[in-house]
């Protein structure tokens, strides 16, 4: 009989859920907020609060609205300067374990070190850790991204972004160690991330494919595909169960499934069922995976 298995978390992550309980406490309260930035990266979740009013600025002062809601990836100090100028009111929804990587980074600036982020440049997680070094950490994702000439003899103290992979983490503290002075590590990758991926690289060498559920903007989501795939030649990213294709099933007895950690778990769960009828019932049509089947 053909297997469909779920990892063992799916679904809305901590700070994700706390970020949403958050907003719509307010919005209950009659609070008006506008956010800087998508809440989370699910489109679904985001056109539903745009219903209830809140729009998704990219800069604070475009906002009509007195409160500004600020996302689980957290902001640069600067923000909540520009709010007091502006005279805006933040609802802060910073995950505490993006805040603690941010404290970490400060705190290793602030005594001095040269501070390493390891994780990816553009994404606002890290513009915002970079931030509480007034600008000035270097971020790499990679061992062999590491200037040498940069570190050499160096006092350096590394963070991580949450969401980044144990072995790129390692990867570059390898190509650390030969060079600097001292060399100080604060592990601020998040446990539900670290939770999730190790579920995934297990599962994923379980099973001949893999569905992972997830906006394919999500920094999450995409580091649990890059496992997936690593592991298991058919691995698939998909936003939601519309995206499913009968051909990537055939002949096919065991599947995996899992969600990013902005993923509602009801959208998981219904790729899930979807993938069950399918190779349960057997009945393989061209394209979609249709509901039923
Ligand atoms: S993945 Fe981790 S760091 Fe990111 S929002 Fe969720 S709990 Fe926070």
């Known amino acids: 009989m053909p297997e469909v298995k779920l990892t063992e978390e799916y679904g809305f992550c901590f700070g994700v859920k706390r970020a949403l309980e958050i907003a719509l406490k307010n919005l209950d309260e009659g609070v008006k907020f506008d956010s800087l930035g998508p809440i989370i990266h699910n489109e679904f979740v985001v056109a539903d609060l745009k219903n209830k009013g809140v729009e998704v600025l990219t800069e604070l002062h475009e906002s009509k609205k007195d409160h500004i809601l600020v996302r689980t990836h957290g902001v640069p100090p ?11 009111s933040i609802i802060d929804c910073t995950c505490p374990f993006v805040a603690n990587a941010q404290k970490w980074a400060k705190r290793f600036y602030e005594e001095g070190y040269l501070v390493i982020v390891v994780g990816k440049k553009d994404h606002p997680e890290v513009k915002g850790i970079v931030g509480h070094t007034d600008g000035k950490a270097l971020v790499v994702s990679s061992g062999s991204e590491v200037d040498a000439n940069l570190v050499r003899n160096k006092r350096v103290g590394v963070v991580a972004q949450t969401t980044s992979r144990l072995d790129m983490v390692e990867d570059v503290l390898r190509v650390l160690v030969d060079l600097v002075s001292e060399l100080r590590f604060a ?21 001949e494919v893999m569905v992972i559920v997830g906006g394919k903007n999500s920094s999450n989501t995409r580091r649990l595909y890059e496992i997936a795939s690593s592991n298991c030649k058919k691995a698939y990213l998909i936003e939601s169960s519309d995206e499913l294709m009968n051909e990537w099933f055939y002949n096919v ?41």
Request: neutral net charge; contains cysteine; charged residues 30%.
């Open 78 to 88: 600067e923000v909540y300067t520009e709010a007091e100028k502006f005279g805006k």
């Open 187 to 207: 592990n601020t990758r998040c446990n539900t991330t670290q939770k999730r991926q190790e579920q995934v690289e297990k599962l994923s060498r379980e099973v």
């Open 253 to 293: 007895n065991s599947v995996g499934v899992t969600g990013g950690a902005s993923t509602p778990p009801e959208m998981v769960e219904e790729v899930y069922y979807r993938i069950k009828n399918l190779l349960e019932g057997g009945v393989y049509g061209r394209g979609k995976v249709n509901e039923g089947q």
